[in-house]
């Protein structure tokens, strides 16, 4: 692609992002306005305006994400976040899903983790890794988080009891849209985008991400994170 058309390309999905964020936003302000004078089937009707509104707004954003990242745009707004409630808050956020899934979520920590990083590119980094391993489990199973202190990181490890990658297929993981073998357990969307932009962002924020995983019995994803960053 030529640059020019790089820019036109980027606009377009820019101007799409209006309308849509409009549509799942008037959709829910619908939902409550209306809330008891909908009958079952017509409520059913808004939520999936909804949903699918949502989907396409998230793939949108996935996409000015991509493009953000690789014209070495971000700015990074760097703040002390002390990792207890931040992740407890995101396994409460998540454990929603988990539940209409069958999945529990549990978290276990150890020490304390305070640490100076962008909390917003962090939570989308454990959004993408709680989606997936929400995505590629079956029910009665269980997702653990785990944090841990060392010296001079801090360590947050997902791991999953789900279907897990093929040897052969762990080195594609973060190559944007890559089509493993396996498949979403729940007929949910796979566009192949997330742990792209998940691999950059923890390199970002100074940190790193490791992964391991056994067919059939699961995958841990493990995060790295620097206390006290020096990469601006
Ligand atoms: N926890 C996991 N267990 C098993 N396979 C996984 C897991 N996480 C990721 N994968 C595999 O890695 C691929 C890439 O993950 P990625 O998050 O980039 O894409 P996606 O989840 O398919 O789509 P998107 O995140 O864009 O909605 C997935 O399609 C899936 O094959
Ligand atoms: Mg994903």
């Given amino acids: 692609m030529t640059t020019e058309q790089k ?17 799942t936003g008037l959709s829910e302000v619908f939902l409550r306005m209306m809330a008891n004078d909908l009958n079952d089937k017509q409520r059913a009707v808004i939520h999936k305006i909804s949903r699918h509104a949502r989907f396409a707004l998230d793939l949108i954003e996935d996409l000015l994400d991509i493009e953000q990242l690789s014209s070495g745009q971000v700015l990074l707004s760097r703040a002390i976040l002390d990792l ?18 069958g999945i529990r979520i549990d978290l276990k920590m150890e020490g304390d983790c305070i640490i100076e990083t962008d909390e917003r590119r962090l939570r989308e980094i ?5 989606s997936n391993a929400l995505k590629y489990s079956h029910a009665q199973t269980s997702i653990l988080i785990s944090m841990l202190e060392e010296e001079n990181n801090c360590i947050i490890i997902v791991k999953d009891q789900g279907i897990g990658i093929k040897e052969d ?7 944007p849209f890559a089509q493993l073998t396996n498949h979403p357990t729940g007929n949910e969307k796979s566009t192949g985008l997330g742990l792209s932009i998940v691999k950059t962002l923890i390199e970002l924020l100074g940190g790193e991400i490791a992964v391991s995983s056994v067919e059939s019995e699961g995958t841990t994803f493990t995060l790295k994170l620097p206390k006290n960053n020096e990469t601006k």
């Avoid at 454990?126 to 709680?130: E, H, P, T, V, Y």
């Fill in 84 to 101: 207890r409630p931040f992740l407890d808050d995101i396994v409460q956020t998540h454990s929603i899903a988990g539940a209409e899934k």
């Fill in 126 to 130: 454990l959004n993408n890794l709680l």
């Fill in 7 to 23: 820019k036109v390309f980027t606009n377009v999905i820019h101007d799409l992002k209006s309308p849509l964020a409009i549509i």
């Fill in 169 to 175: 297929e762990i080195d594609k993981l973060f190559t």
